[in-house]
């Protein structure tokens, strides 16, 4: 844990910037303002909460984690995302990912497979009054059908290569960000969408999840 208070006080009392994030290299101010406002310590468990402005992943039970800020803050940069967008979720998790996008404007649709993590951010992201938030407990494999296209696509858990039905649940001039890969060699893969054309990149390693089939 960090021994700077800023860290651990309350968001009305931290700085602009809790996460270093400029520093560390993140230029989406939209970002910053997002992270800097979602109350991290709501999302961990309660005896994580003096540790929730450190910048490691944490624990949140089911063997699952909420992520790094830092690489909350590069995925969600790397999405590009605008105020009013369609953002299909997967990995709901603890819900703090799913803040981050509806604090930038976002409407989202967010998948959860394990029953107790999808009823707790449901809670937590109600309790803080998230209303354009919509959940499901479901693999985020089939993506949600009813709700596409969307605009962005973002994946909090690794799977082996990127389901080609999220790539179809795109919407034209779409992106989708995702860890991609096996427990000891994941990258991110940005996938764009302009009419008929997918082009796709791999960037910087990561250690996500892995998405359960
Ligand atoms: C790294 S955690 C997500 C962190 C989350 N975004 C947050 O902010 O707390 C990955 C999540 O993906 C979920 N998951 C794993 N496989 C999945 C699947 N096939 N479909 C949907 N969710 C899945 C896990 O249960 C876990 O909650």
Known sequence: MSDDPDRTAHPS?????????RARGIRDERVIAAMTRV??????????RAAAYADSPLTIGFGQTISQPYIVAWMTEALGVEPGARVLEVGTGSGYQTAVLAEIGAEVWSLEIVPELADRAARTLAALGYDRVHLRTASGYAGWPEAAPFDRIILTAAPSDVPPALIDELADGGRLVAPVGTVWDQHIVIVDKRGNEITRHTSIGVQFVLMKK
């Open 13 to 21: 009392e931290r700085s602009a910037d809790p996460f270093d994030l």
């Open 39 to 48: 109350p991290r310590e709501a999302f961990v468990l309660p005896d994580a």
